[in-house]
Protein backbone atom coordinates (compact mmCIF):
# COMPACT_ATOMS: atom_id res chain seq x y z
CA UNK A 1 0.00 0.00 0.00
CA UNK A 2 0.54 3.90 0.08
CA UNK A 3 3.14 4.98 2.28
CA UNK A 4 3.60 8.70 3.78
CA UNK A 5 4.09 10.95 1.07
CA UNK A 6 5.08 14.63 1.09
CA UNK A 7 5.43 17.65 -1.37
CA UNK A 8 7.64 19.34 -2.07
CA UNK A 9 10.41 17.17 -2.06
CA UNK A 10 12.25 20.40 -2.10
CA UNK A 11 11.47 24.21 -2.00
CA UNK A 12 14.10 26.57 -1.97
CA UNK A 13 12.42 30.47 -0.43
CA UNK A 14 13.96 33.86 0.34
CA UNK A 15 14.00 35.07 3.81
CA UNK A 16 11.37 36.14 4.75
CA UNK A 17 8.68 34.38 2.63
CA UNK A 18 5.91 31.99 3.87
CA UNK A 19 6.04 28.02 3.09
CA UNK A 20 3.72 25.29 3.34
CA UNK A 21 4.45 21.63 3.38
CA UNK A 22 1.94 19.09 2.85
CA UNK A 23 2.28 15.22 4.25
CA UNK A 24 -0.43 13.08 3.52
CA UNK A 25 -0.49 9.67 5.89
CA UNK A 26 -1.05 6.36 5.36
CA UNK A 27 -4.58 5.50 5.25
CA UNK A 28 -6.47 4.85 8.08
CA UNK A 29 -4.16 6.09 10.46
CA UNK A 30 -5.20 8.28 13.24
CA UNK A 31 -1.99 9.57 14.30
CA UNK A 32 0.74 12.28 12.71
CA UNK A 33 3.79 13.46 13.66
CA UNK A 34 6.29 16.46 12.01
CA UNK A 35 9.72 16.02 12.41
CA UNK A 36 12.63 18.44 11.76
CA UNK A 37 15.93 17.19 10.56
CA UNK A 38 19.00 19.84 10.35
CA UNK A 39 22.74 19.97 10.68
CA UNK A 40 23.05 21.88 14.24
CA UNK A 41 20.04 19.76 16.18
CA UNK A 42 19.41 16.36 14.54
CA UNK A 43 16.19 14.86 14.13
CA UNK A 44 13.44 17.07 16.55
CA UNK A 45 10.23 16.82 17.02
CA UNK A 46 7.80 19.43 15.98
CA UNK A 47 4.39 18.82 16.59
CA UNK A 48 1.67 16.04 17.07
CA UNK A 49 -2.15 15.08 16.12
CA UNK A 50 -4.17 12.22 17.85
CA UNK A 51 -7.46 12.02 15.80
CA UNK A 52 -9.90 15.25 17.28
CA UNK A 53 -7.64 15.72 20.23
CA UNK A 54 -5.73 18.89 20.43
CA UNK A 55 -2.19 18.73 18.67
CA UNK A 56 0.42 18.77 21.26
CA UNK A 57 3.07 21.77 19.59
CA UNK A 58 5.51 21.34 22.44
CA UNK A 59 8.02 20.92 20.02
CA UNK A 60 7.52 24.14 17.22
CA UNK A 61 10.89 26.37 18.05
CA UNK A 62 9.10 29.51 17.62
CA UNK A 63 5.20 30.74 16.80
CA UNK A 64 6.10 31.45 13.19
CA UNK A 65 5.65 27.51 13.02
CA UNK A 66 1.71 26.04 12.78
CA UNK A 67 0.58 23.39 11.20
CA UNK A 68 -3.11 22.15 10.79
CA UNK A 69 -4.65 18.56 10.00
CA UNK A 70 -7.56 19.15 7.92
CA UNK A 71 -10.83 16.17 8.54
CA UNK A 72 -8.23 13.92 10.20
CA UNK A 73 -5.86 12.93 7.26
CA UNK A 74 -3.79 15.64 5.26
CA UNK A 75 -1.61 18.10 7.55
CA UNK A 76 -0.06 21.30 6.26
CA UNK A 77 2.99 22.61 8.28
CA UNK A 78 3.52 26.54 7.77
CA UNK A 79 6.38 28.80 8.51
CA UNK A 80 6.03 32.28 8.06
CA UNK A 81 8.40 34.57 7.74
CA UNK A 82 11.34 31.78 6.79
CA UNK A 83 14.66 32.83 8.87
CA UNK A 84 17.81 30.81 7.27
CA UNK A 85 17.97 28.63 10.26
CA UNK A 86 14.57 27.05 9.12
CA UNK A 87 16.60 25.38 6.40
CA UNK A 88 16.05 21.72 7.28
CA UNK A 89 14.41 18.80 6.09
CA UNK A 90 11.13 18.18 7.36
CA UNK A 91 10.17 15.13 7.53
CA UNK A 92 6.45 13.99 8.64
CA UNK A 93 5.54 10.32 10.24
CA UNK A 94 2.06 8.79 10.85
CA UNK A 95 1.37 5.72 13.04
CA UNK A 96 -2.06 3.69 14.02
CA UNK A 97 -2.53 5.72 16.98
CA UNK A 98 -5.30 4.02 18.43
CA UNK A 99 -3.10 1.28 19.77
CA UNK A 100 -1.11 0.44 22.43
CA UNK A 101 2.65 1.79 22.35
CA UNK A 102 4.34 -1.69 21.94
CA UNK A 103 2.29 -2.22 18.57
CA UNK A 104 2.03 1.37 17.31
CA UNK A 105 5.28 2.01 14.70
CA UNK A 106 6.37 5.23 13.21
CA UNK A 107 6.22 5.25 9.32
CA UNK A 108 8.22 8.18 7.98
CA UNK A 109 7.65 10.23 4.40
CA UNK A 110 10.43 10.98 2.09
CA UNK A 111 10.47 14.31 3.44
CA UNK A 112 10.54 17.88 2.30
CA UNK A 113 13.61 19.84 1.96
CA UNK A 114 13.74 23.46 2.54
CA UNK A 115 16.02 25.88 1.62
CA UNK A 116 15.86 29.72 2.90
CA UNK A 117 18.33 31.61 1.16
CA UNK B 1 13.56 12.71 30.61
CA UNK B 2 14.24 10.18 28.39
CA UNK B 3 17.58 10.47 25.99
CA UNK B 4 19.38 8.39 23.43
CA UNK B 5 23.24 8.16 22.85
CA UNK B 6 25.01 6.95 20.00
CA UNK B 7 28.60 6.32 20.60
CA UNK B 8 29.99 7.60 17.17
CA UNK B 9 29.14 9.76 14.58
CA UNK B 10 31.02 7.35 11.80
CA UNK B 11 31.56 4.14 11.74
CA UNK B 12 33.93 2.27 9.05
CA UNK B 13 33.43 -1.63 8.27
CA UNK B 14 35.09 -3.40 5.49
CA UNK B 15 32.63 -5.45 3.65
CA UNK B 16 31.64 -8.90 5.11
CA UNK B 17 32.78 -7.75 8.91
CA UNK B 18 30.47 -7.84 11.59
CA UNK B 19 28.98 -4.12 12.03
CA UNK B 20 28.23 -2.82 15.72
CA UNK B 21 26.39 0.93 15.95
CA UNK B 22 26.03 1.07 19.76
CA UNK B 23 22.99 2.87 21.29
CA UNK B 24 22.69 3.87 25.32
CA UNK B 25 19.87 5.22 26.37
CA UNK B 26 18.22 7.10 29.81
CA UNK B 27 14.49 6.19 30.88
CA UNK B 28 12.75 6.39 34.06
CA UNK B 29 10.67 4.48 32.63
CA UNK B 30 10.28 0.71 30.95
CA UNK B 31 11.28 1.94 27.61
CA UNK B 32 10.05 1.53 24.01
CA UNK B 33 13.27 1.38 21.95
CA UNK B 34 14.23 1.61 18.11
CA UNK B 35 16.54 1.80 15.52
CA UNK B 36 15.56 3.08 11.92
CA UNK B 37 17.99 3.85 9.02
CA UNK B 38 18.29 6.65 6.38
CA UNK B 39 19.54 6.19 3.11
CA UNK B 40 20.70 9.15 1.20
CA UNK B 41 17.95 11.62 0.26
CA UNK B 42 15.50 9.26 1.62
CA UNK B 43 12.94 9.37 5.16
CA UNK B 44 13.86 7.14 8.09
CA UNK B 45 13.39 3.02 7.46
CA UNK B 46 12.59 1.21 10.86
CA UNK B 47 14.47 -1.62 11.11
CA UNK B 48 13.73 -2.92 14.46
CA UNK B 49 11.71 -2.00 17.56
CA UNK B 50 11.69 -3.41 21.03
CA UNK B 51 9.24 -3.40 23.32
CA UNK B 52 10.02 -5.77 26.32
CA UNK B 53 8.68 -8.89 24.63
CA UNK B 54 11.58 -10.26 24.01
CA UNK B 55 15.91 -8.86 24.56
CA UNK B 56 16.97 -9.72 21.31
CA UNK B 57 14.92 -8.35 18.53
CA UNK B 58 15.57 -9.40 14.88
CA UNK B 59 14.90 -6.63 11.98
CA UNK B 60 15.11 -6.44 8.88
CA UNK B 61 18.11 -6.74 6.02
CA UNK B 62 19.97 -9.08 8.87
CA UNK B 63 20.45 -6.20 11.58
CA UNK B 64 19.42 -7.71 15.21
CA UNK B 65 19.85 -5.43 18.29
CA UNK B 66 19.61 -6.82 21.79
CA UNK B 67 18.29 -4.79 24.92
CA UNK B 68 20.28 -4.80 27.78
CA UNK B 69 18.18 -3.38 31.09
CA UNK B 70 21.90 -3.57 33.14
CA UNK B 71 23.90 -1.54 31.19
CA UNK B 72 21.14 0.54 29.51
CA UNK B 73 22.53 -0.43 26.30
CA UNK B 74 20.26 -1.35 22.67
CA UNK B 75 23.25 -1.67 20.22
CA UNK B 76 22.70 -2.96 16.60
CA UNK B 77 24.54 -5.57 14.68
CA UNK B 78 24.98 -7.53 11.63
CA UNK B 79 27.12 -10.50 10.90
CA UNK B 80 28.42 -9.60 7.79
CA UNK B 81 28.37 -5.81 6.20
CA UNK B 82 27.10 -5.39 2.59
CA UNK B 83 27.63 -2.30 0.83
CA UNK B 84 24.35 -1.89 0.42
CA UNK B 85 24.29 -1.25 4.33
CA UNK B 86 26.02 2.19 3.82
CA UNK B 87 23.37 4.78 5.15
CA UNK B 88 22.92 6.82 8.43
CA UNK B 89 21.12 4.76 11.44
CA UNK B 90 19.36 6.40 13.97
CA UNK B 91 18.53 4.77 17.19
CA UNK B 92 15.59 6.40 19.15
CA UNK B 93 13.46 5.93 22.56
CA UNK B 94 9.26 6.56 22.92
CA UNK B 95 9.16 9.32 25.03
CA UNK B 96 5.42 9.01 26.65
CA UNK B 97 2.88 6.98 24.74
CA UNK B 98 4.52 8.67 21.01
CA UNK B 99 7.13 11.30 20.22
CA UNK B 100 10.01 9.80 19.35
CA UNK B 101 13.68 10.86 20.82
CA UNK B 102 16.16 10.76 18.29
CA UNK B 103 19.92 10.22 18.61
CA UNK B 104 22.63 12.30 16.75
CA UNK B 105 23.04 9.42 14.54
CA UNK B 106 25.53 7.21 13.33
CA UNK B 107 26.78 6.82 9.81
CA UNK B 108 27.92 3.38 8.41
CA UNK B 109 30.64 3.27 5.82
CA UNK B 110 31.28 0.09 4.23
CA UNK B 111 34.72 -0.08 2.71
CA UNK B 112 35.01 -3.25 -0.56
Do not use: F, I, N
Given at each position: GAGVSQSPSNKVTEKGKDVELRCDPISGHTALYWYRQSLGQGLEFLIYFQGNSAPD????????FSAERTGGSVSTLTIQ??????SAVYLCASSL???GPSTDTQYFGPGTRLTVL | AQSVTQLGSHVSVSEGALVLLRCNYSSSVPPYLFWYVQYPNQGLQLLLKYT???TLVKGINGFEAEFKKSETSFHLTKPSAHMSDAAEYFCAVRSGSYKLIFGSGTRLLVRP
Open positions: KSGLPSDRRTQQEDGHV | SAA
